[in-house]
């Protein structure tokens, strides 16, 4: 059972049905103890950092996630949240991956970042997932040790990340078609 924690302002319907397509079972809850024996996480986002993290916050699910020792896949904002700090709304985030969210700061770019971008893995696991995967960002984390993967819009950003148990993906693989299909099957088969 994959486990969705539904902390306010994510598209569920998106990430649930794109599960249901490669015969995945979840179950999506506000409730730790309704997600505690999850053989993985999924964080959701199409949301604010500060919107998010005060959820997490206010549903005192900061803590469990941070100890849960399986997989945890957090979705846009989601990863952006597994940073120490987001420079959306300037806020304080869980901690799990070092470093700062920082918006685009291109000025001839159009914000948000809205579409499909070429993503390039780095790692032979999803090697062969590369390909445009869809995005709707306008903060981006840099490319660091813990970047598998990266994407451009004006300068290269990570697009997928990984510190201990924790990954993140900048892009909705739940939007991007039989590509990101692939991605989530890939990454839950090695959960």
């Given at each position: 059972?994959?486990?969705?924690?539904?902390?306010?302002?994510?598209?569920?319907?998106?990430?649930?049905y794109?599960?249901?397509?490669?015969?995945?079972?979840?179950?999506?809850?506000?409730?730790?103890?309704?997600?505690?024996?999850?053989?993985?996480?999924?964080?959701?986002?199409?949301?604010?950092?500060?919107?998010?993290?005060?959820?997490?916050?206010?549903?005192?699910?900061?803590?469990?996630?941070?100890?849960?020792?399986?997989?945890?896949?957090?979705?846009?904002?989601?990863?952006?949240?597994?940073?120490?700090?987001?420079?959306?709304?300037?806020k304080?985030?869980?901690?799990?991956?070092?470093?700062?969210?920082?918006?685009?700061?291109?000025?001839?770019?159009?914000?948000?970042?809205?579409?499909?971008?070429?993503?390039?893995?780095?790692?032979?696991?999803?090697?062969?997932?590369?390909?445009?995967?869809?995005?709707?960002?306008?903060?981006?984390?840099?490319?660091?040790?813990?970047?598998?993967?990266y994407?451009?819009?004006?300068?290269?950003?990570?697009?997928?990340?990984?510190?201990?148990?924790?990954?993140?993906?900048q892009?909705?693989?739940?939007?991007?078609?039989?590509?990101?299909?692939?991605?989530?099957?890939?990454?839950?088969?090695?959960?």
């Open positions: 059972m994959i486990g969705i924690i539904d902390c306010g302002g994510a598209n569920l319907k998106s990430l649930t794109a599960l249901e397509r490669i015969k995945l079972k979840y179950r999506i809850s506000k409730v730790w103890s309704d997600l505690s024996n999850s053989r993985a996480l999924i964080l959701p986002g199409v949301s604010a950092a500060g919107n998010v993290m005060s959820n997490i916050r206010k549903l005192a699910l900061e803590d469990r996630i941070r100890d849960f020792n399986k997989p945890v896949l957090g979705i846009c904002v989601g990863m952006q949240v597994l940073y120490e700090h987001s420079d959306e709304e300037n304080t985030c869980l901690g799990l991956i070092p470093g700062v969210v920082k918006k685009f700061s291109n000025p001839k770019l159009v914000i948000p970042h809205m579409g499909w971008n070429m993503v390039n893995f780095l790692t032979s696991e999803f090697e062969d997932c590369s390909g445009h995967f869809y995005f709707a960002n306008s903060y981006h984390a840099p490319i660091d040790t813990y970047s598998l993967g994407s451009e819009y004006g300068e290269r950003f990570s697009a997928f990340v990984k510190q201990n148990n924790f990954y993140g993906v892009f909705h693989p739940e939007k991007s078609s039989k590509l990101g299909e692939k991605f989530l099957k890939k990454f839950f088969e090695m959960a």
